[in-house]
């Protein structure tokens, strides 16, 4: 069974950072491109940012460029997101998902708020 | 980047009558069109994926058309489980981008 489980959100001030990670089981891991997806509760789902399944190539949407770094270990099953210079507006809840052209597979989420 | 434009933002619709959601994209992402559903507290789940084909699992009243630029979600007779909200995405161009969601309510 695919399973995609995120953690790492917490509360952080402005212009702090935070690390997110995203444990991956059930499949190939290195087989796949990763996404990560945001959205802010009661609204729509944003793109973030995604990595190639050998981690050589990535893409970021133009909010957080400069400011976001995605990797993955793929001997640990692992994709991460270090965010930096946090923003009000990049509170949410932070989903990773499995690139499979479409996003077939989605954790649960972990929430990150920016607050002072 | 590509723009997609859902409608309507809320559809009211009584069970077991027919839903029709629309998504726009602003310029042509050939058939690389995907469907999420979401409810309450949950992660979104694939629905549809090449604009037309029904994901692992998903009931055949969910049917999805279109290319290019204009597509249609289809629920063809509304059950309780269905209300819920309906993104597309389109994966055709970096970066992906997502509607705004249609929300299906209960009429």
């Known amino acids: 069974e695919v399973q995609l489980v995120e953690s790492g959100g917490g509360l952080v001030q402005p212009g702090g950072s935070l690390r997110l990670s995203c444990a991956a089981s059930?499949?190939?891991?290195?087989?796949?491109?990763m996404h990560w997806v945001r959205q802010v509760p009661g609204k729509g789902l944003e793109y973030v940012s995604a990595?190639?399944?050998?981690?050589?190539?990535?893409n970021y949407a133009n909010s957080v460029k400069d400011r976001f770094s995605i990797s993955r270990d793929n001997s640990k099953n692992t994709l991460y997101l270090q965010m930096g210079s946090l923003r009000a507006e990049d509170m949410g809840v932070y989903y990773c998902?499995?690139?499979?052209?479409?996003?077939?597979?989605w954790g649960q989420g972990t929430l990150v708020t920016v607050s002072s | 980047e590509i723009v997609m434009t859902q409608s309507p933002a809320t559809l009211s619709v009584s069970p077991g009558e027919r839903a029709t959601l629309s998504c726009r994209a602003s310029?042509?992402?050939?058939?690389?069109l995907a469907w999420y559903q979401q409810k309450p507290g949950q992660a979104p789940r694939l629905l549809i994926y090449g604009a037309s084909t029904r994901a692992t699992g998903i009931p055949a009243r969910f049917s999805g058309s279109g290319s290019g630029t204009e597509f249609t979600l289809t629920i063809s007779s509304l059950q309780s489980e269905d209300f819920a909200v309906y993104y597309c995405q389109q994966y055709n161009n970096w970066p992906r981008t997502f509607g705004q969601g249609t929300k299906v309510e209960i009429k």
């Open positions: 310029q042509s992402v050939s058939n690389n």
């Open positions: 990595i190639s399944s050998n981690g050589g190539s990535t």
């Open positions: 059930g499949f190939t891991f290195s087989n796949y491109a």
């Open positions: 998902a499995r690139d499979n052209g479409p996003l077939d597979y």
